[in-house]
């Protein structure tokens, strides 16, 4: 969104271009290009930093992209104020929906992968430590000079081997 908020800034200086097809060419390639670089992302688990980067750049592509199309419109329509009123129209109906449908989408996707993240990591060692809270009977005696003892018992080495068995059957699953 920061790049959508500061095109005030340089929209003056896409009017001013004078190879205006070539660089729409460009910036259509480079979106295809960041549309499957999303995608890889996704797909092989790449590090955070690298979907925020890349969607940075991708959102910053599609507004300079979005701003150089919108440049053709009075070219194209042999400024006819009417068509160019009905074409801006359009235009932003569709960027309006396409921005609504896309922002769903990655909210699903980003809600998909968290709940497969947060099940993944902490549902298991959140069972675990329920678990074990519930076997372990720790019993504390203190002595005459308040000093705290443990008794010696096998309770600690049976937890743990329950730990172990439950640790391999999560790896193994």
Avoid at 43 to 66: E, G, K, P, R
Avoid at 92 to 102: H, Y
Avoid at 103 to 122: D, E, K
Wanted: include cysteine.
């Amino acid at each position: 969104m920061i790049p959508t908020m500061f095109s005030f800034l340089y929209g003056h200086i896409i009017d001013r271009i004078n190879h205006k097809k070539l660089y729409l060419v460009i910036f259509q390639i480079s979106f295809i290009v960041l549309v499957i670089l999303i995608i890889t992302c996704l797909t092989w688990w790449w590090h955070v930093t690298a979907l925020f980067a890349i969607n940075f750049v991708f959102n910053l592509v599609s507004t300079v992209m979005s701003a150089l199309e919108m440049s053709f419109v009075p070219i194209v329509l042999d400024d006819n104020e009417e068509l160019i009123e009905k074409s801006v129209d359009v235009q932003c109906l569709t960027g309006n929906v396409l921005n609504i449908a896309s922002n769903f989408i990655a909210s699903v996707l980003l809600g998909v992968v968290t709940y497969i993240f947060v099940l993944n990591v902490s549902l298991p060692f959140f069972v675990a430590g329920v678990y074990f809270f519930c076997k372990i009977h720790v019993q504390v005696s203190t002595d005459h000079d308040n000093n705290i003892q443990i008794p010696s018992g096998n309770s600690y080495a049976q937890n743990m081997k329950h730990l172990c068995r439950l640790g391999q059957f999560w790896l193994n699953s």
